[in-house]
């Protein structure tokens, strides 16, 4: 009779094991390379995409509000859509507001142009009022700006090849960037649609990939830009608002615009003083320089309480990140990213002081729940 063979199960090998750690060299390998594939179709797209990302992570809040307060339906379309409107609303209603004012004064610009080219433009009685160096400004504009036909030469010099070639680039430039707008915009809706699975699913990767540590590093990065956008955008915001009431009984021209103007300007670290500076500019031109002094000295004023008190308790008391990482966050992620390292950065900041708070055992209880 033929030898019995034994039919278990095959022995775990030292060349099984070999090979999984060959199949999971090139999964990893393979893994990585789609990433960077994709990262690269995606090059003129991310901006846009993290831009969306931001927006989705400062509003979930609301979002969670909203949905709790009337549940979404089968296809959950009317909260993202809603959502998805006011932002596009908040994006374009500060440009339709601008184009509105720039029609109005269509008309007097026009009028003031014509004139100007036949017959120059005068220097303004300000300029006799300077403290030093009158002469020689009033000098300048007569030379350049006092006489008739200034303005025909100034368009002889724009209207040269290159400048119309810059006239298309710009163009362009205006076309793709309303593109990335409505891409951001489309992609700010999927997420709101679909985030609590986005969420699950990054939850479930981050654990594997990294264990509690991911998720607690995710948490500070989300309340990190929550905090970003409350210091930031609501601070800024309400800069705009009382600095626009003190530009309205100044006297400064278009408050309401001047108004706006420095509320996005104090979003950026000492952007503000630029905007109530060039209010106040304009008012010594029209030879107020007492409300000038009112602006200059309110601006300053405001911009300190907000930059030395409000702010810093925001963000820091939201991420418990140091207001100095916070400042070097946004400054350094405005330079590298644009706009939207105003909350790349400090996002960026806060999950690196958690990750060396870690290594160095001195994380917060709250911190390591």
Not at 9 to 21: I, K, Q, S, V, Y
Not at 90 to 113: K, M, N, S
Not at 213 to 239: C, F, I, K, N, Y
Not at 310 to 327: E, S
Request: a neutral charge; aromatic letters at 10%.
């Amino acid at each position: 009779m033929p030898p019995k063979t034994e039919t278990g199960p095959r022995p775990f090998t030292a060349t099984d094991r070999e090979g999984d750690r060959v199949q999971a060299f090139f999964r990893a390998a393979l893994a990585v390379g789609l990433l960077g594939l994709g990262l690269y179709i995606l090059e003129d797209f991310l901006r846009a995409l993290i831009w969306a990302v931001v927006l989705a992570v400062a509003l979930w809040p609301l979002y969670e509000k909203a949905l709790r307060f009337s549940p979404p339906g089968r296809h959950n379309l009317l909260w993202p859509g809603l959502f998805t409107g006011l932002v596009a609303l908040a994006l374009l209603l500060p440009v339709v507001i601008l184009a509105i004012e720039a029609l109005r004064e269509a008309h007097d610009l026009l009028a003031y142009a014509r004139e100007a080219e036949r017959n120059g433009i005068p220097a303004p009685d300000f300029i006799a009022h300077l403290p030093y160096g009158a002469q020689a400004v009033t000098d300048w504009w007569n030379a350049h700006l006092a006489h008739a036909g200034w303005a025909h030469e100034l368009s002889e010099r724009l209207n040269t090849a290159s400048n119309r070639d810059l006239g298309r680039t710009l163009g362009k430039g205006v076309v793709h960037r309303v593109v990335l707008v409505g891409f951001c915009l489309l992609a700010l809706f999927f997420l709101f649609r679909d985030g609590r699975t986005l969420v699950t699913q990054a939850l479930t990767a981050s654990r594997r990939l990294f264990g509690p540590h991911g998720e607690r590093v995710a948490q500070q990065m989300a309340a990190s830009v929550h905090g970003t956008v409350d210091g930031l955008v609501l601070v800024g915001l309400g800069e705009g608002v009382l600095l626009g009431i003190v530009y309205y009984f100044a006297g400064v021209p278009h408050p309401v615009l001047f108004g706006a103007l420095t509320a996005v300007a104090a979003m950026i670290p000492f952007g503000a003083p630029l905007a109530f500076g060039l209010a106040a500019v304009l008012l010594v031109a029209k030879g107020a320089v007492a409300p000038a002094a009112i602006v200059v000295v309110s601006g300053f004023v405001v911009t300190f309480v907000a930059d030395h008190f409000v702010r810093p308790a925001l963000i820091g008391g939201t991420t418990r990140l140091p207001f100095l990482w916070v400042l070097l966050g946004i400054l350094g992620g405005v330079e590298t990213f644009g706009l939207v390292g105003l909350f790349v950065g400090p996002a960026v900041m806060a999950a690196l002081i958690l990750l060396w708070r870690d290594f160095t055992g001195t994380a917060t209880p709250a911190e390591r729940a």
